[in-house]
């Protein structure tokens, strides 16, 4: 019974989370504040409601129009997910440099809007994480 | 004021330019041929929030983000 509880608890946690992380930085100046007010400029209404609500957006593909979740982080947060929003796979890529994490979400969002088939070229393929795929959601 | 948005280690860095400036354009104008021979992508994003990616510099766009070229993590 506990374990079946448990998805939503870990939502309501992570959407807490998720408000309190923009909340802090929003208020500064820093590198991560300037990435994550740059990713909210460009993302749409619902994505960036998806984003503060359950620390992901989804995306469709230019290409195959397949929809993608991108999870905050920098790396092996892109995953394909079906028409149920099940996690298929992950594909993992990146903007060259060292960027902030908002920046990273917002380059992959772009690519996959607009070159999907170029960026999952240069993509590596991942299994998603079993917390992932259950809906318990880690932070990168 | 049409804004170049360019993601860097510091979040990122904003240029703007005048586009009734003849020679602020030819700067910003360059700007743009020299990010996008290095391997960044140029996007503009319409007012509905549709992003738009570019290969031509657009004087009149609004805000044009330009990020790394992608590489496999």
Sequence with gaps: MLSLRRPAITGRLLAQSVRRFYERFSAENTRDARGLRLLREWLTPAQWQQFEALGYFEVVGCDTGKRYRIYRGRMTNVYEIDDLGCLREGWCFVPFGFLTAGDVMLAQKIALETSESAALAVANRFLPRRQRAQGDVSWN | ?73
């Design chain 2, 1 to 73: 004021m049409p804004t170049q948005i360019v993601m860097d280690h510091t979040g990122d860095s904003r240029t703007y330019f005048d586009a009734r400036d003849v020679q602020a354009r030819a700067n910003a104008e360059a700007r743009f041929k020299k990010l996008v021979a290095r391997g960044f992508t140029a996007a503009v994003r319409t007012k509905a929030g549709e992003v738009t990616r570019v290969s031509a510099f657009d004087p009149n766009a609004e805000e044009t983000l330009f990020f790394p070229r992608l590489v496999g993590g």
